[in-house]
Each structure stands twice: as structure tokens, then as C-alpha cells.
């Protein structure tokens, strides 16, 4: 599996853990389920980050929205990083 693929699919995985976190946030679950508390340990450091500059609008957290597009900002860089280096 090339380089290029594995930081590919992982973008892919942490924007999906992301994603699975916003619908939770929408049905009652069980906070202390291990799998929920791993989703919700894995996405916070991301999406803790951006809520610190972008507040709550009513009932709305646009950061998850705000993590998207800097993910595939981020991916997008290190994927021309890798390019230019040939890896």
C-alpha cells in the first residue's frame, strides 16, 4: 500500500469518526459505551480546537463543519508534500 493511500484512508476514517459524532449528538446514547467513549476521546482534540475560535450559535456547533474543510485542507497539503518529495 503506498503512502499516498494509507494518509487517504486515514483523513477518510477520522472525517467518518467525525461525522458518526455528529449524529450522536442528535439520538440518546450510553456516554460510557467503551466504542462512543473512543469516538468521542479520538474526535475532541480536533474539534475542541476549533470551538475555541468558532462559539456555538444557538443550538449549532459549527465546528465539526469547520474541522471538515481544514482536514481536507490538511490532507490535500501533505498529499503535494509527498508528490513534490517523490514518496
Not at 442528535?26 to 475555541?52: A, S
Not at 471538515?68 to 514518496?87: D, H, M, P, V
Given at each position: 500500500?503506498?503512502?499516498e493511500r494509507i494518509i487517504n484512508v486515514a483523513f477518510q476514517v477520522?472525517?467518518?469518526?467525525i461525522f458518526i459524532r455528529i449524529v450522536l449528538s442528535f439520538?440518546?446514547?450510553n456516554p460510557y459505551h467503551p466504542?462512543?467513549?473512543f469516538i468521542y476521546e479520538i474526535t475532541e482534540p480536533v474539534l475542541g480546537f476549533f470551538r475555541?475560535?468558532?462559539?456555538?450559535v444557538g443550538m449549532l456547533d459549527f465546528s465539526p463543519l469547520v474541522a471538515f474543510f481544514a482536514l481536507e485542507l490538511l490532507r490535500q497539503i501533505?498529499?503535494?508534500?509527498?508528490r513534490a518529495l517523490g514518496l
Amino acid at each position: 500500500m503506498s503512502l499516498e493511500r494509507i494518509i487517504n484512508v486515514a483523513f477518510q476514517v477520522y472525517t467518518w469518526l467525525i461525522f458518526i459524532r455528529i449524529v450522536l449528538s442528535f439520538i440518546r446514547h450510553n456516554p460510557y459505551h467503551p466504542l462512543i467513549r473512543f469516538i468521542y476521546e479520538i474526535t475532541e482534540p480536533v474539534l475542541g480546537f476549533f470551538r475555541r475560535f468558532i462559539p456555538p450559535v444557538g443550538m449549532l456547533d459549527f465546528s465539526p463543519l469547520v474541522a471538515f474543510f481544514a482536514l481536507e485542507l490538511l490532507r490535500q497539503i501533505i498529499l503535494n508534500l509527498i508528490r513534490a518529495l517523490g514518496l
